[in-house]
Protein backbone atom coordinates (compact mmCIF):
# COMPACT_ATOMS: atom_id res chain seq x y z
CA UNK A 1 0.00 0.00 0.00
CA UNK A 2 0.93 3.60 -0.98
CA UNK A 3 0.27 6.94 0.63
CA UNK A 4 0.05 10.50 -0.05
CA UNK A 5 2.27 12.91 0.24
CA UNK A 6 2.40 16.88 -0.91
CA UNK A 7 5.65 18.43 -0.90
CA UNK A 8 4.56 22.65 -1.31
CA UNK A 9 1.33 21.64 -3.09
CA UNK A 10 3.67 20.90 -6.25
CA UNK A 11 4.05 17.45 -6.34
CA UNK A 12 2.28 14.22 -4.26
CA UNK A 13 4.95 11.24 -3.90
CA UNK A 14 3.59 7.76 -3.05
CA UNK A 15 5.20 6.46 0.19
CA UNK A 16 5.22 2.62 1.36
CA UNK A 17 3.84 1.90 4.79
CA UNK A 18 7.55 1.67 6.07
CA UNK A 19 8.53 5.30 5.08
CA UNK A 20 4.97 6.40 6.52
CA UNK A 21 6.17 4.89 10.04
CA UNK A 22 9.61 6.54 9.40
CA UNK A 23 8.08 9.64 8.73
CA UNK A 24 5.75 9.54 12.73
CA UNK A 25 8.49 8.19 14.51
CA UNK A 26 10.52 11.14 13.28
CA UNK A 27 7.93 13.52 14.00
CA UNK A 28 7.28 11.98 17.44
CA UNK A 29 10.38 11.88 18.44
CA UNK A 30 13.09 14.49 15.85
CA UNK A 31 16.50 13.11 17.62
CA UNK A 32 15.08 9.65 17.26
CA UNK A 33 18.15 7.32 15.67
CA UNK A 34 18.39 5.25 12.83
CA UNK A 35 19.08 1.58 14.84
CA UNK A 36 15.76 2.79 17.31
CA UNK A 37 13.78 3.23 14.07
CA UNK A 38 15.11 -0.13 12.97
CA UNK A 39 14.34 -1.84 16.37
CA UNK A 40 10.56 -0.24 15.88
CA UNK A 41 10.10 -1.28 12.89
CA UNK A 42 11.39 -4.73 13.56
CA UNK A 43 13.62 -3.89 9.95
CA UNK A 44 17.36 -3.70 8.84
CA UNK A 45 19.36 -0.75 9.69
CA UNK A 46 19.91 -1.11 5.88
CA UNK A 47 16.62 -1.13 5.01
CA UNK A 48 15.61 2.24 7.18
CA UNK A 49 19.05 3.70 5.83
CA UNK A 50 17.80 3.43 2.41
CA UNK A 51 14.22 4.78 3.02
CA UNK A 52 15.31 7.58 4.71
CA UNK A 53 17.88 8.65 1.55
CA UNK A 54 14.99 8.29 -0.62
CA UNK A 55 12.74 10.67 1.82
CA UNK A 56 15.37 12.81 1.75
CA UNK A 57 16.09 12.84 -2.33
CA UNK A 58 12.25 13.50 -2.46
CA UNK A 59 13.28 16.47 -0.01
CA UNK A 60 10.18 15.23 2.14
CA UNK A 61 12.76 14.86 5.53
CA UNK A 62 16.13 16.62 6.47
CA UNK A 63 18.38 15.60 8.58
CA UNK A 64 20.11 19.43 10.81
CA UNK A 65 22.98 19.07 12.67
CA UNK A 66 25.32 16.25 13.38
CA UNK A 67 24.50 12.22 13.04
CA UNK A 68 24.87 12.37 17.00
CA UNK A 69 23.30 15.44 18.27
CA UNK A 70 21.21 16.12 15.15
CA UNK A 71 17.49 15.88 14.80
CA UNK A 72 15.03 15.21 11.92
CA UNK A 73 12.83 17.77 10.53
CA UNK A 74 9.88 16.54 8.40
CA UNK A 75 8.73 18.81 6.08
Known amino acids: ?3 DYKSGQT ?3 YLSEREKAIIQLMVE ?3 VTRTD ?3 KLQCSLST ?3 CITGLTEKGIIERVGS ?3 GSWIVK
Open 1 to 3: MHG
Open 11 to 13: KTY
Open 29 to 31: NPI
Open 37 to 39: MAE
Open 48 to 50: IKR
Open 67 to 69: DKT
